[in-house]
């Protein structure tokens, strides 16, 4: 089995990048990554001023899926992750959501032992491991890897875990597979700016659908257990009306609902859920519980 280390990195999705590695159809491999800092935070002597951040929030490949084309949907499903032995989370001045009442730059360092992040001696918070950035070329020119898009990118969306498929529109051959930004632990918003950044192994596997039951014009996760639609955008009310309207398509496609019962059964059974709000362009992801909708899987 093949690991992607992580040396060899790009800083936005950009069809005019050349392939680093590459991958079979159904292949499982391991990718290792930085954190987003790339590695330049060491302890907490080093603050969030003192890094290059033209080197923040890089990723990993861009892998090519060989023989994907445009118009294909790739399937990549996250079999495990592994990370490293500490993680860090800084705080700045109008960083995140309450970054106005942070008057000084700050440094924490968690160390990872256990099954836990240890924030303190009195705080363990139990492990959820996520992958910040995964995406692949985009239609565009090019996306800095610090924003998301209809190809994936920064979604921050921590439902991207183990056992998670995430199911992405490949607009150029070859896909343009990257990814990077783990986060050992975040909540919903990812409020102060960061998570729990860090290193670590991800293996996975990737899929070309060539034929999908799906019309899909952005990300869609596949959980053991439910569905979600993920849209990003400048504004709360944009992002949400267009993840909903991809679930309540997805659901006229799937089940073979006309508009206003797919409509009303979203109203129902559905979450409306905040993955980012951080970046300047807030993620969103509505979620469809399988049990309820009487679907097995997607593909």
């Known amino acids: 089995m093949q690991t992607l280390t992580k040396e060899k990195i790009v800083f936005e999705f950009n069809k005019n ?4 590695y590459s991958v079979q159809n159904n292949e499982i491999f391991y990718v290792e990554t930085e954190d987003c800092y790339n590695g330049q935070i060491k302890n907490e002597n080093t603050k969030r001023k003192d890094i290059d951040m033209s080197i923040v929030d890089c990723s990993v490949g861009p892998i090519e899926v060989i023989g994907s084309k445009a118009g294909d949907i790739l399937e990549v499903e996250v079999i495990d992750i592994e990370l490293a032995e500490q993680g860090v989370m800084t705080t700045a001045p109008n960083l995140g959501v309450l970054g106005d009442k942070i008057t000084d730059f700050d440094t924490k360092i968690i160390k990872i032992k256990d099954g836990f992040a240890h924030f303190s001696p009195q705080i363990k918070i139990p492990l959820t491991p ?8 985009p239609p565009e020119e090019g996306v800095h890897c610090t924003f998301p898009g209809s190809h994936g990118g920064n979604m921050d969306t921590k439902i991207i875990k183990k056992g998670t498929k995430v199911y992405l529109p490949i607009y150029v051959d070859g896909a343009g597979l990257a990814l990077g930004d783990l986060h ?3 909540g919903d918003g990812e409020l102060s700016g960061t998570g729990i950044e860090i290193g670590g192994k991800v293996c996975l596997k990737v899929k070309i659908i060539k034929e999908f039951p799906l019309s899909l014009k952005n ?18 009310e944009e992002t949400i009306k267009v993840a909903s309207e991809a679930m309540t398509n997805l659901l006229m496609e799937k089940i073979g609902l006309n508009f206003p019962d797919a409509y009303r059964l979203l109203s129902a059974t ?9 970046n300047g362009i807030v993620t969103v992801r509505v979620r469809a519980p399988k049990l309820h909708l009487g679907i097995q899987e997607l593909n």
């Not at 559905?270 to 951080?278: H, L």
């Open 219 to 236: 990300p869609v996760l596949e959980t053991q257990d439910s569905i979600y639609t993920v849209a990003s955008g400048k504004t709360f």
């Open 270 to 278: 559905c979450d409306i859920q905040i993955s980012q709000v951080v």
């Open 184 to 186: 050992a632990c975040m």
């Open 17 to 20: 990048n050349k392939f680093n």
């Open 130 to 137: 996520m992958i910040g950035v995964i995406g692949v070329f």
